[in-house]
């Protein structure tokens, strides 16, 4: 809904620009590290030509590799699309996690842990258990969400019964499921026979998401459109989400209206936890197909910024998944094609964050000044975030 | 000090809160401003005070014309502000709020509150205030706050201090003794510009009255005039002060109160051993100074207190320890003393606020599904029944101006079948038109055979749809009496002193007090 | 800027169109362990024998098949993919693309692939020689190791280290105490990652106050924090000294090397370079390339600077050591060595 | 003058408190614990403590305690301490103050004696654990201080791992290209500042939701410095990635006093920075016309306002020096703790250090023991597996945050933010 009536008032060609804004700067970033321009660069007043269509190219270049290995390529089509999808599944559906819990007034710092916590269960089920096709996968599929709902509850509980910060806790659950992990891909359990390294056997072949075949892409990516639909009838169209949403909106007034704060509290971390699990089952029976302490990758974390920047809102952060597994896709191709260090691609995404969520500054650095103030204010209260969740502190 | 506006006007977009308004107040003058919700009032003490730039229009103090930039400007060339929302940091000490923004330091930024804290002692005994300069602020009444504003202003040697509306929060002793202040900044020549919507309190204290209608000056009156003619100036159109409803039908007790006891996170009892009962088709009014227990109380009904003891029965059955969706289902009505903070969420739409408390119930939901339409319909209705003025049922609520806030919480509380139906403060902030209407509702409440509690600060609400009032002090019932008991003795039981004891003190009060000061009863504005 | 500008910018030319490539696993070019050696590998094949080279760094798991896949269809004739994360997708990108040939360091498949090398050490071998050179040196007693994290590649130093140890307790009939690792129960001390180095100091400041004087850290960069560590209590008057990994620390951490006793070298480098040049003469094969103490794969440095301070006994002993070990008189054990 | 007027003060009608089972059960479940697992399933060996390092001036003999004897008698101090508070739960009172600290330090200290006792070298230096547990707190310390500065003046501080990462850099390139350690240290502050005033001009300024910037701030400063790393500092690590260390300065004869001396007076600039930077803070917050200030608009933005305090000036600023001196903190990781630069060099400790500062309750006190309790889990869990703990070192790893959790959930619970924090203000 934010999206649509985004573009309706104007802000989608902000947005636009913002991209923009940001290609620019990481450009000259990359064409100021960029070799060739700098041996111009030590003639710039000789032949100031050069250095310009170095610059140029260094830019382009790298730009026009991240598009073919995001999206297009003459070679293989859109097949690097398909690419794109599959790396934005798990981000999707950890932002759908996050995005949740914000909108009920907490702050999840925790997919991380809920990823590897629920990774782990299904990774456990498809390598250990032996089971026929489809029954394997929905076992993997439902011990994951498990998983990433118990440790996202957890938080929740800790925090309904003892009033301690969500953020405090999540934090530390992150660390303690690392560990758990890294602990139980050290016993023989969870490695490969005959093998001490810390990685688990492959999932069995009845256990993973079948692929579209000649590409990675999986059916985990229906699971997270599926889950998109959702979280969007979960916080719209159901009583829960109405609870979710008062909580997270004003919490006194909900208590008020008899809504129990407290199970509202465990309820809402428990389904961002099986949302965040639902990633780590994308990753282990979607791509990777193995365990190992690297299968949160950094997932959780870019799930927050996945989030944010999508508003919240279920279909928000599906779009902002969708571009941030572009740029992870591309990033991979710019590297190979034109050694543009992959870190770059960080700076990119978050340089378009901080403009998408700052459509004044765009404006004025386009010229479209007006009000910037007041636009920023209106555009804070049009927002569908809540008031109490942008402070570390609110005791909900 | 001498202070003159003049030609002022502030436009907010292309709405004007002030228009061309000329304003003189002359050096120990006590100047009152009137008008109604919304009239410009405090709009112009901002713009006085430097917190908003006048869109046109000058200032001048002591015939020279002043440009304040902001409260500092201000503060600097004399003028003091206590705001109708204190402007009092909870966590911080007294001292420590009436340093902030000129503070004393011993050098190195270090700060000497030990200057501040002889000033407060100072000006508390010339004036005979009792503040505490090291007590927090979030631990004060409301009546002490009041005065650690007045001292912030006095200790900037404020020599035109702003009040607006001062009163609203006051016991009637209360405010007999910030009148008396008030006349005694006067005498030490400090003028006062002072914004009060009770006709009694400006009649008593102001030297020259200035009315205020939709952002223009509409008249000024002598103190003397009628409380009618100035409440006609005021909304523009002859008013009735007074509400008329016709006497109340008690049946069966069916609400019954029973030794309850509230503890607070503190360990203070706050409400401390209370006992009632309201009849159906009856209304109990709980009159008392804001902190006495009353919230305590009301939440404490509604299963909102961890700490409680005692009974709670609502016909027959027992409320304490159910879960609050418990007791609004089992059919209690309740309307929250502060609609922003518990009333209502402020970015869901009028329509999803109408249903905050039956969002899971037929036939707004089905299972899980909540049916949109249905929310939808419902939110056609109630704004249609209550008149709620806002542009679409799915507007965000907190866009809503106070008065149709209000509505809305009343109109959800309202539209199901009740058994006991609870407000507190059910018209604040809310314009004369809307309180009307809200009372006579509430009334009709009753009428259908429901027990009815109001909380309420504001005496005239009380004297307006009480049958019953009881008050209460430090959160015991000081004493139940009927309707009809005069301000005087519900003021003094307000302050603990016992209704008899109260009784034959008011009678004394009243030959002291001036001229025409209690004629006037009523008075809703 | 205002130099003059050159005539012509041509291309350099290349000696070769032979393309060497290399995917890291999330450690990246610059964690001075496995993947920045077999990277300097590659880099020195570029200069010495002119190939062309291309490198991906995965930041994530999920980047190996993408990454692999990339190389391939860049043209990368050989390509290196760094540790055991990258097993089987090294796997699935062989198989898929038969005429690509394939290197994989520090992992060895049960079933051999047509075209991937296999690059896998016996490290044990020379951190055995490191732990007895240590324990003849300490002057507490007590030596030290620990890891980055409790991986094989990590283990399979402390193992050789702790036999190490244990061999020169046995034949001194002294009692030596190795800190940080527990061969039997094959646990100790680990940072938890390869990133926080100033825990690796302060784990190595641990170790001090315990009552060690030589540490082994096994953890990449944080290595470096044990090497601040030693040389803050050496500046303090204490006799301590440093075991680096992987290369000859001597030369690739010079601000330590007047602490660095020796060090226990894989040299992934040579392998790789080896590698690519077998490969540009046609003479690629499958057959697993482990690194022993024969074939120099692995090696203790030399002692540099405690060359005068390790007696002469000791060197003896080490060189009788090291025959023993490569005729098979000894044989080193850990859980992760690699399987002949 | 009114001669009714009623004595205006608060209400203080003290009477029985509702006093929770919370602290007297807590203490009584850990009471239990000490008793049976470390008293009764105790070692007996001797745990040995070295609570003199070689070089202090008076070497103090370790300290020598039979294990199981030890951890009874102080688990039976302990459960007479628990059993009180029952007593005084029951008669309606709360547990006094002092009782918790005193019984934390009773359980530290049992817990202590039982590890140490039943390792295979039952024996650690009590120094060396403690000034490590100091080590490991210093960024953790500057983190949280810039939290509290950011946090009290209303602005949320997610972007503490950030600043520490960008002064970490800078410092690093800085203090490589001068020599000079000592700009370096500057860099830091500079670097950390800028990340910050990024923060406050988009907080403020553009009114975006702060734990959006602070969020994508922690990745674009990971991702900028990153790329650096190995376009630039990679390239030539001589010149731009070797800073050199900033030297430990030792105060004479009072370094050498034992446990104390080394944590106190045996410190790099920045070890001393950190105990100036908590008091200074302190001070500053709590004592000053500053602190009063950036306190009001961190609580009541339009209190201030109406009383001519700028309200987003103040922000602005006390949000630039926070990250000023998250910068310092960055610092210690390439000029005291080792002397070069590696990408997430800082690895997460911002995120602690956020926990920190809200388990510390946004006081500068209270968050320098919460980051010295982490430090101390931290390098407790270390000397653990150094001296042979029968725990998978995993399980040890965990410690410090599972200690965290625990303290967080049980002891401390609910706190109070500042009341305007996250909300950016608008005049009018
Ligand atoms: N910041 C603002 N933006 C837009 N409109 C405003 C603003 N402040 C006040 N107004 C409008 O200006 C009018 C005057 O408001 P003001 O607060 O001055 O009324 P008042 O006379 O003090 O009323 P009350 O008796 O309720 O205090 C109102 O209609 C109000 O909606
Ligand atoms: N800050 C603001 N920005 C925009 N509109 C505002 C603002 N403040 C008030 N308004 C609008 O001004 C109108 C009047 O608001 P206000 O609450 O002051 O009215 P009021 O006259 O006091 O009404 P009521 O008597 O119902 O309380 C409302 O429509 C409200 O939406
Ligand atoms: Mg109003
Ligand atoms: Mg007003």
Redesign the pocket.
Known sequence: MSVLREIVMGSGLVSVLAVVAALVLGGLLIASTDERVGRTVGYLFARPTDFLSAFWKAATGSYAALFQGAVFNPREGFAPLLETLTVSTPLICAGLGVALAFRAGLFNIGAQGQIIIGGTLAAYAGFAWHLPAGLHLLLVIVLGVAGGAVWGGLVGYLKARTGAHEVILTIMFNYVALYLLDFLLNTSAFQRPGETNPISPRLDETAVYPALSGSRLHLGFLAAILLTVAVWWILNRSTVGFEFRAVGANPDAARTAGVDVGRATVLVMALAGALAGAAGVAQVAGTEKVLTTGVAASYGFDAITVALLGRSTPWGTFAAGLLFGAFRAGAVQMQIQTGTPIDIVLVVQSLIVLFIAAPPLVRSLFGLGRGARKRAAQAREGADQPATATTTGGNA | MKLELQGISKA?GSFYANQDIDLTVEDGQIHCLLGE??AGKSTLMNVLYGLYEPTAGHILVDGKPVVFRGPGDAMAAGVGMVHQHFMLVPVFTVAENVALGAEATRGAGLLDLEVTRQRIREISAKYGFHVDPDALVEDLPVGVQQRVEIIKALVRDAKVLILDEPTAVLTPQETDELLDIMRQLKAAGTSIVFISHKLREVKAVSDVITVIRRGRVVGEAPPSAPPADLAAMMVGRPVSLTMDKAAAQPGESTFEVEDLTVTAPNGTKAVDGLSFRIARGEILAVAGVQGNGQTELTEAILGLQPHVSGSVRLEGRELLGRSVKEILRSGVGFVPEDRTVDGLVGSLSVAENLVLDLYDREPYARGLAMRPAEVRANAARRVEEFDIRTPSPEAAAG??????QQKVVMARELSRPLKLFIASQPTR???VG?IEFLHRRIVAERDGGTPVLIVSTELDEVHALADRIAVLYKGRLVGIVPAGTPREVLGLMMAGVTPDRAEAAATAREDALEDNGSDYDGGAL | GCGAAPESSGPEASATDFTGCIVSDSGGFDDQSFNQSSYEGLKKAESDLGIEVKQAESKSNNDFATNLNGMVSAGCDLTVTVGFLLGDATKAAAEANPDSHFTIIDFAYEKPIENVKPIVYDTAQAAYLAGYAAAATSKTGKVATFGGMKIPTVTIFMDGFADGVEAYNKAKGKDVKLLGWNKKSQDGTFTGDFEKQDKGKQFTQNFLDQGADIVMPVAGPVGKGAGAALKQAKAAGKDVSLVWVDSDGYLTAPDYKDLMLTSVMKKMGEAVETVVKDDTEGKFSNEPYIGTLENDGVALAPFHDYESKVSEETKAELEQLKKDIIDGKITVTSQASPKK | MSAAAPAATAPATASAAPVSWKVPATLSVLAAVALVVFGLFGSAQTAEFGISVSGDAFALPPVRVPGMATSLVLGVVMAALAAYSVRLKLAGRPTPGWAGPVFAVLFVFSFLVWVVASARTPSISLAGLIAGAVTLAVPLVFGSLSGVLCERSGVVNIAIEGQLLGGAFSAAIIASVTDSPALGLVAAALAGALVSMVLAAFSIRYLVNQIIVGVVLNVLVSGLTGFLFTTVMQEDPELFNSPGRLPIIEVPVLSAIPILGPILFKQSVVGYLMYAAVILVWVGLFKTRWGLRLRAVGEHPKAADTLGIKVNATRFWNVTLGGAIAGIGGSFFTLVAIDSFTKEISGGRGFIALAALIFGRWNPIGAFFAALLFGFADNLQAILTIIGTPVPSQFMAMMPYLVTVFAVAGLVGRSRPPAAEGIPYVKG
């Not at chain 2, 866009?399 to 149709?404: A, C, E, K, Q, W």
Request: no cysteine; charged share 10%; aromatic share 8%.
């Open positions: 907010f919700n919304g866009t809503l101006s106070g008065g149709n902030g809310v314009d809307s």
